[in-house]
Nanobody, 127 residues
Framework: QVQLVESGGGLVQAGGSLRLSCAASGGTFSWYHMGWFRQAPGKEREFVAGISRSGGSTYYADSVKGRFTISRDNAKNTVYLQVNSLKPDDTAVYYC????????????????????WGQGTQVTVSS
């Protein structure tokens, strides 16, 4: 089991940017695929981006492609989500999640495939 703590959320105007961070502890970080999800008020939690254990493969929801970038620093046990060109529809609580420890190659894209979750960080985009 790994513990996850997100940070970096806040209030930003449309078109702005933020860098979300998720610090992991309690496990061998490089054995975990990592993902970012978000949940807007009244909506289900949805997949945003995922990254493989080594960082060599990344995946994105269609709604964020070209605007969001997921990355990781295994030496710092941290995964990042750079969010650019923000829109009011991006307003949500953003969660990071860990899948592992695993030797598998497939990065999960559904909520149920992730084992550990952070508490979330709020991102609010004003118009």
């Amino acid at each position: 089991q790994v513990q996850l703590v997100e940070s970096g959320g806040g209030l930003v105007q449309a078109g702005g940017s933020l860098r979300l961070s998720c610090a992991a502890s309690g496990g061998t970080f490089s054995w975990y695929h990592m993902g970012w999800f978000r949940q807007a008020p009244g909506k289900e939690r949805e997949f945003v981006a995922g990254i493989s254990r080594s960082g060599g493969s990344t995946y994105y929801a269609d709604s964020v492609k070209g605007r969001f970038t997921i990355s990781r620093d295994n030496a710092k046990n941290t995964v990042y989500l750079q969010v650019n060109s923000l829109k009011p529809d991006d307003t949500a609580v953003y969660y990071c999640a860990a899948d592992g420890p695993t030797t598998g190659w497939i990065v999960p894209r559904t909520e149920g495939e992730y084992d550990d979750w952070g508490q979330g960080t709020q991102v609010t985009v004003s118009s």
